[in-house]
């Protein structure tokens, strides 16, 4: 590359000369006569170097220099001052200027100066990569760093939050399983003596303590397929009220041993986009837990509604003694009952985490209201679709009919556009 020289004297004889000199020795030169015109040329060019007299019309040398490398922090400058300015050209280097030369000067003695502080500035040039470099090195480094350290503190909280988790599932096998073995123990035992009633009633319990962990293991694994990405969905149209309804036929004999009255209000074809198995799964344990921690004689409403937003909006309100801001909090932790460890009600505190994981990777969303002692209303929203087209069977004429063809049936479709309301499928609770 070829390297470029501003040339700075307001003796045009003199500016002229070392031009011609330079030149001749292979530099592209450019020779002004004012540091005014100089700084000019700096802003509108790019020169490695600046010979510049220190006794100049206006802004002299050392001001020059200056401005100049406020200009170009890189910009290698070089002061020329008589043998008695010398001074004021220590004082100029002081400022940002490599070197001096004194007047009158030689070629033999100009040249090597010139070399030194174009190598200096190629110097300061390649210090101050090397420089930023390092910073971005060390930010990269203290970035690293960081990571490493959430990382373990992640690993750690897993670890524990794992360790938890096995201490929790291992408790809730344990109880069941002592139950089971005992009462099997009476049950096969000589010394014991039971009458019928008895072992009807430890049969009951025995399929009691089988049911609740089989229960249990089908949380566990369905929470250990969602957390690791192995858990398949389906995404289909799914009818919200058909849906709905088996739900409400399956909880509907727990409600009414306790007196609950379970009223429901869905649009009859409001459909969602969902996985039909999980969504029933979802429904289902929302409305147990509306049944296990209602009121005796209280009631369910389960309401269903577009929500306006692309979304269908799917709530289960109850009339139970409601949840604390504490409890809320807490919800979504595995094996916490919140409190209700020791009530009469099973659980195994999976539920709500299995639910809101399938309510997520169905799209959607899952929350909580509640007010203590009016009750709580759990609601849910997924990606709402199309209504399902019901196919219907059409049959050809025939050939007694007068026309030429074979009795066949011939799929039509048609899709229905009402948005009728599902009549109230309200239960009352046995006398």
Not at 5 to 20: F, G, S, Y
Not at 138 to 148: E, G, H, Q, S
Not at 177 to 192: C, D, H, M, R, W
Not at 321 to 330: I, K, M, R, T, Y
């Amino acid at each position: 590359m070829t390297i470029r020289i501003l040339i700075v004297d307001d003796e045009p004889a003199q500016m002229h000369a070392l031009c011609d000199t330079l030149g001749a020795h292979g530099y592209e030169t450019t020779g002004l006569a004012s540091s005014e015109a100089a700084l000019q040329a700096l802003r509108t060019d790019s020169y490695q170097l600046l010979l510049a007299d220190l006794m100049l019309p206006g802004m002299d040398g050392i001001a020059l220099v200056q401005a100049a490398r406020a200009l170009d922090p890189d910009l290698a400058c070089v002061i020329m001052t008589g043998e008695g300015s010398i001074s004021s050209a220590v004082q100029a280097m002081q400022v940002g200027a490599l070197d001096y030369i004194l007047k009158p000067f030689r070629v033999s003695v100009i040249l090597p100066v010139l070399s030194r502080a174009l190598e200096t500035r190629r110097l300061r040039i390649q210090n101050a990569l090397l420089e930023a470099r390092l910073r971005e090195h060390a930010v990269r480094l203290v970035r690293m760093n960081d990571d490493l350290r959430l990382a373990q503190q992640q690993a750690e909280r897993a670890n524990q939050a794992k360790s938890t988790f096995l201490s929790h599932l291992s408790h809730e096998l344990r109880t069941p399983l002592n139950a089971i073995l005992g009462f099997a123990q009476i049950l096969v035992s000589e010394k014991l003596i039971t009458t019928e009633p008895q072992k009807r009633q430890f049969a009951g319990n025995i399929l009691t303590g089988a049911r609740h962990l089989l229960k249990l293991s089908n949380e566990v694994l369905d929470l250990a397929k969602i957390e690791s990405g192995r858990l398949l969905l389906e995404h289909d149209a799914v009818t919200v009220a058909d849906v709905l309804e088996e739900c409400r036929v399956l909880v509907d004999p727990q409600a009414q041993l306790r007196g609950i009255l379970l009223r429901s209000t869905c649009p009859e074809h409001l459909c969602v986009r969902a996985d039909r198995m999980r969504l029933k799964q979802v429904v289902i344990n929302l409305l147990s837990n509306a049944v296990k921690y209602n009121r005796e004689h209280g009631a369910i409403n389960v309401q269903c509604t577009p929500s306006g937003q692309g979304t269908v909006r799917i709530a289960v309100q109850d009339t139970g003694c409601g949840l604390s801001a504490e409890q809320q909090a807490a919800l979504y932790q595995p094996f916490n009952r919140l409190g209700q460890e020791g009530g009469k009600q099973d659980g195994s505190g999976l539920g709500l985490v299995v639910t809101k994981h399938l309510v997520e990777k169905m799209g959607g969303e899952l929350g909580v209201v509640s007010t203590i002692g009016l009750g709580t209303t759990f609601w849910l929203t997924l990606p709402q679709a199309a209504p399902v087209v019901v196919p219907t069977l059409a049959v050809l004429p025939t050939a007694q009919d007068g026309h030429v063809g074979t009795s066949a049936p011939v799929a039509d479709t048609s899709t229905v556009a009402s948005e009728a309301t599902r009549p109230d499928p309200a239960i009352t609770p046995n006398p």
